[in-house]
């Protein structure tokens, strides 16, 4: 497992928040802050909520520009990708949904291959893209190395490697590269 690199879901390859905030007028949107996006719209909590616990949420959510380039990318560096996301715990259906966007997005092979857990420092890797500011539990540790998927609530973490979207496959890949180098030596 040295050389998996884990990719998040939510917020990294799928447009959670535009889904969110469509309950949300254009007026009343800010720049996140915070990583729950209810959590900068306490008004409209409530909304945002029901709509994250609809059955096809995730099944609809809009793919980002440059998802299938950033998988090809990592497959081509030599590296095997998979996803590891956590399910939403107010939507009984977020495994399967998840499942369902990942077979109409990556493929059924992605899909049935993808973990989704809560406790993603549970499973072995070289790296975890996610946009999640503190991936770890305190008192937790990982095999791999948080990649933060920068977004404007997530400037605080305490990752040391980030990427800028999917348009910064340079420094992805000299992230890797290092993370590997180490795994390496040690």
Request: one cysteine or more; glycine letters at 4%.
């Amino acid at each position: 497992m040295k050389n998996v690199v884990y990719f998040d879901m939510d917020g990294v390859l799928a447009d959670f928040d535009k889904a969110c905030l469509e309950v949300v007028p254009i007026e009343k949107r800010i720049q996140r802050t915070n990583f729950y996006v209810a959590d900068d719209y306490p008004e409209f909590c409530d909304a945002i909520k029901t709509v994250q616990a609809h059955p096809e949420f995730f099944v609809n959510l809009d793919v980002f520009e440059g998802v299938h380039e950033a998988w090809a990318a990592v497959t081509e560096w030599g590296y095997t990708p998979r996803i590891l996301s956590a399910p939403l715990s107010s939507n009984p259906f977020s495994d399967s949904g998840k499942r369902v966007w990942l077979s109409r997005v990556l493929g059924d092979t992605v899909a049935s291959e993808a973990i989704i857990d809560k406790n993603k420092y549970l499973y072995d890797g070289l790296a975890l893209i996610d946009d999640r500011p503190e991936v770890v539990p305190p008192g937790e540790t990982a095999t791999w190395t948080h990649v933060l998927f920068e977004k404007s609530y997530n400037v605080r973490s305490s990752a040391r490697h980030s990427i800028r979207g999917w348009q910064d496959l340079e420094n992805l890949k000299s992230i890797l590269e290092e993370l590997s180098r180490a795994k390496i030596d040690k």
